[in-house]
């Protein structure tokens, strides 16, 4: 029998003698609420589990530069993004997750300067993204939670690592301090059962709220908003 089926056997008997009057059996799938009344909590599936994963794929910015620097963005521009997450799922349908993330960002831009005529440039830094995301999943009970959908939606913290480099045709390379907004960050999560978790594709979309800014002894100079689609695809393992 399928390690994830349960048997349940069902028997009639007259009190008084002990006769078996009727007996039955029916076949109970792991992942049915009515199974939990007839066994025991410590056999039957957690309401509430944890779980951690990794993913990795490709993220498409579109920048917009502020109107403190003179030029045009050049976009679209991809990047490779890993990531590794952690959830505590409260249902097999509710969750919170908490994520890090490798972000390498790349700001290329070209335009005309009065004194040198046309030049191009670039931002360039890494940061931590930091998501904290409230996700939802509807789970196909018909197949055992082979088959899997959600979505989910929170905020997201970004750290720098290191400086940011200002590189240009016209002037000197030169590195910054910096620090980067809050973005906003929605998306939806397919996945497939397999194994001990979920084989699964991260579709996502984010946005800053504000604008990146390099700081110096001069004060600050706001740079460029972010918006991001992601595309990634990973395994989250479920902890039970």
Not at 59 to 70: A, E, G, K, R
Request: proline share 5%; net charge negative.
């Amino acid at each position: 029998m399928d390690e994830s089926t349960y048997q349940l056997h069902v028997k009639s008997i007259r009190v008084e003698t002990g006769e078996i009057i009727a007996a039955d059996s029916i076949d109970v799938k792991e992942n049915e609420r009515r199974l939990r009344y007839f066994i025991p909590p410590d056999v039957a599936e957690k309401s509430s589990f944890f779980s951690a994963g990794a993913r990795a794929g490709l993220s498409v910015n579109i920048n917009s530069l502020s109107s403190d620097i003179t030029g045009e963005a050049d976009n679209p521009h991809a990047g490779f993004e890993p990531a590794i997450f952690g959830a505590f799922h409260f249902t097999d349908w509710l969750a919170v997750q908490a994520e890090v993330v490798f972000s390498p960002n790349k700001v290329f831009y070209s335009g005309d300067d009065p004194g040198f005529g046309g030049y191009t440039a670039s931002f360039e830094s890494g940061s931590l993204r930091i998501p904290l995301l409230v996700s939802f999943t509807y789970n196909d009970p018909e197949k055992l939670k082979k088959f899997t959908i959600g979505g989910f939606a929170g905020i997201g913290f970004n750290i720098p690592l290191g400086a940011m480099k200002l590189k240009s045709s016209i002037l000197d390379e030169s590195s910054y301090r910096f620090s980067m907004p809050v973005s906003y960050i929605a998306g939806f999560k397919p996945g497939l059962r397999l194994g001990s978790g979920l084989l699964l594709a991260d579709i996502r979309f984010s946005g800053d709220i504000a604008k990146t800014v390099v700081h110096d002894t001069s004060g600050t100079l706001a740079l460029y908003t972010r918006n991001a689609l992601s595309f990634s695809v990973g395994y989250e393992y479920w902890i039970k």
